[in-house]
């Protein structure tokens, strides 16, 4: 979209200069031919800016094991989980003790 918009643009500066080359101002019409190829230039050249979203899923694998205390061996539910820091935490509601599920290797 911004792309067409800077086509439209430029599109118009260079018709606008055009119009001063005709007419005599030769100055003019070239700054605008600049003005033009710059627009393009600025348009076509930059970057896009990559957003790069972290998702931390908890379900799939995780929810179909049955999670149990090591400590006190009380079921552990999905609703006690934590995300801290990327990694995924486990607080037992019984003892408190907080574990860190880790992720199987998948090779
Ligand atoms: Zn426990």
Same mark, same amino acid.
């Given at each position: 979209?911004?792309?067409?918009? $800077?086509?439209?643009?430029?599109?118009? $500066?260079?018709?606008?200069?055009? $119009?001063?080359?005709?007419?005599?101002?030769?100055?003019?019409?070239?700054?605008?031919? $600049?003005? &033009?190829?710059?627009?393009?230039?600025? &348009?076509?050249?930059?970057?896009?800016?990559?957003?790069?979203?972290?998702?931390?899923?908890?379900?799939?694998?995780?929810?179909?094991?049955?999670?149990?205390?090591?400590?006190?061996? &009380?079921?552990?539910?999905?609703?006690?989980?934590?995300?801290?820091?990327?990694?995924?935490?486990?607080?037992?509601?019984?003892?408190?003790?907080?574990?860190?599920?880790?992720?199987?290797?998948?090779?």
């Amino acid at each position: 979209m911004e792309k067409v918009l $800077a086509l439209i643009f430029s599109f118009i $500066a260079f018709v606008i200069g055009l $119009a001063f080359l005709i007419t005599g101002r030769v100055a003019l019409g070239l700054l605008l031919f $600049a003005v &033009a190829l710059g627009i393009l230039f600025l &348009a076509y050249r930059r970057k896009e800016t990559v957003i790069v979203e972290q998702k931390v899923e908890i379900g799939g694998d995780v929810s179909s094991q049955l999670l149990k205390c090591r400590n006190c061996g &009380a079921e552990l539910k999905k609703d006690s989980m934590e995300v801290k820091l990327g990694a995924v935490f486990i607080s037992c509601p019984y003892c408190h003790s907080q574990y860190q599920l880790e992720e199987e290797p998948k090779w």
